[in-house]
């Protein structure tokens, strides 16, 4: 799948790739709000890590278990699948012993899906289901738009109103622009969308308050310009300037607007620059309370 | 000559389960793995019977036989479904895509729900094929 700019982009076909422990029908009943959009099509993944069937001493490779794994996993999806079917969707399933991200974008090269979504746990960092590591390492090999769902009970925010109130934030670059062209496939979805520009602590620094009401004036303008935009195509959308760091400020105004996700792009400048500071997109994915819509920026093939 | 019977089933278990049934009873296996393959492979080898899952990779079971049984030259070609999916949901499916698509698919000829035994499958081949 490759966006170009200007080209509105339909959701059409759902990678769904699940652990069970961390995705279940809840949260794909969530996504199917993107009926009203295109969706028609879904696939499950699961894929049984390597370790939990592999080798080991005095035993060699657990065949039994492998086949108890995948069976179980062949219940959970004939059972979701039944569902789906009855509304008139299409579905496929994929159940394989494998690595995580390789076979993930396996799938994604045969079946091409517009949407990937994958769990991300709350518990503690060592027992994180999918690490960030996953993500940005998915972000990084994919064009594919991901979906990193979250659950969100203890913020008392309902997960199954995933496209309710989502939070737009954007910094104007080229990942931007695929971003909102990838949104406005959304327009029978969204309720209300806010978008956000963070202004950066560094532009701020001028001691003048008339200089630094000219950038929030003028970010401000550009956000109204891009409201303009989502609202002609039927997109409830409203504007916000925040000033600080980005990720902090994301998440502040996730919570204040009381989001139901965040959306952010994400480039390949962000990824190379992750190794060593952590990408904004990368860190709120991989810490944020709310679910994250990840947009991967052109790869250079 | 043998009449050939395309098993369309992404999993080689299953594949090859069914494999075995035929070719003990003298019928000519032909293989495919997913729904599209086995679209292919119907309009390439015009198989005499074509045993089909549902749940499948790139494109499913429903899909492929309402494309078989919407085509002129094709929906002659008798179809045991044999899935894992309840004739229940299937029977939904297949209403809510009528509904959707406007137009009336027949019912398979056969549904089996798997895990089925041997007997049973042979009996239903030799029902359409004799």
């Known amino acids: 799948m490759d966006i170009e700019i200007g080209e509105t982009m339909e959701i059409r076909k759902l990678l769904f790739v699940t652990k069970f422990e961390d995705l279940c029908y809840d949260a794909l009943n969530s996504l199917l709000a993107l009926r009203n959009a295109a969706l028609e099509h879904v696939i ?35 059972d979701w699948a039944e569902n789906l079917f009855e509304m008139g969707m299409e579905v496929g399933a994929y159940i394989e012993v494998s690595t995580l991200i390789p076979e993930i974008l396996k799938v994604v090269k045969r079946e091409s899906p517009d949407l990937i979504v994958i769990g991300h746990s709350h518990k503690g960092a060592m027992k994180q289901l999918y690490a960030g590591s996953d993500v940005s390492e998915l972000i990084r090999r994919t064009e594919v738009p991901v979906l990193v769902f979250k659950h969100m009970r203890e913020d008392n925010i309902v997960p199954e109103k995933l496209f309710e109130r989502p939070l737009l934030a954007t910094n104007w670059s080229d990942t931007g622009k695929k971003m909102v062209e990838y949104i406005k496939g959304f327009k029978n979805v969204i309720g209300e969308l806010h978008i956000m520009h963070v202004v950066k602590e560094s532009t701020l620094k001028s001691p ?8 929030r004036k003028a970010e401000r303008k550009r956000l109204d310009a891009l409201c303009d935009e989502f609202e002609s195509m039927g997109i409830n959308a409203r504007p916000h300037v925040y000033a600080g760091d980005p990720q902090k400020e994301i998440e502040k105004a996730a919570k204040e607007y009381q989001a139901s996700m965040i959306i952010l792009g994400s480039s390949d400048k962000a990824a190379i620059l992750e190794r060593w500071v952590g990408s904004i997109s990368k860190n709120i994915a991989d810490k944020s309370a709310f679910p994250c819509l990840l947009i991967p920026g052109k790869k250079n093939s | 000559m043998s009449k050939k019977v395309l098993v369309v089933d992404d999993d080689p278990d299953v594949r090859s389960f069914v494999v075995t049934v035929l070719e003990e009873n003298q019928y000519m296996p032909l293989v495919a793995q997913d729904g599209i393959e086995g679209f292919e492979m119907i ?4 198989p005499d019977l074509v045993i089909l ?36 949901s299937f029977l939904k499916s297949q209403k809510a895509l009528d509904e959707f698509n406007g137009e009336e698919v027949p019912e398979p000829d056969v549904y089996l729900e798997k895990p089925v035994e041997p007997e049973e499958l042979v009996a239903a081949i030799k029902k359409k094929l004799g």
Do not use: C, W
């Open chain 2, 53 to 88: 899952d549902v749940l499948m990779p790139r494109g499913s079971g429903i899909r492929l036989y309402r494309k078989l049984k919407t085509k002129e030259t094709l929906n002659q070609i008798p179809v045991i479904m044999f899935t894992g999916i309840a004739l229940r």
């Open chain 1, 44 to 78: 499950f993944l699961n894929v049984i890590e390597r370790e939990k069937v592999a080798m080991k001493r005095g035993s060699g490779y657990l065949k039994e278990e492998e086949v108890k794994l995948k069976e179980t996993a062949n219940i959970r999806f004939i």
């Open chain 1, 208 to 215: 003048s308050a008339h200089d630094v009401q000219k950038v």
């Open chain 2, 43 to 46: 309009e390439k080898e015009k």
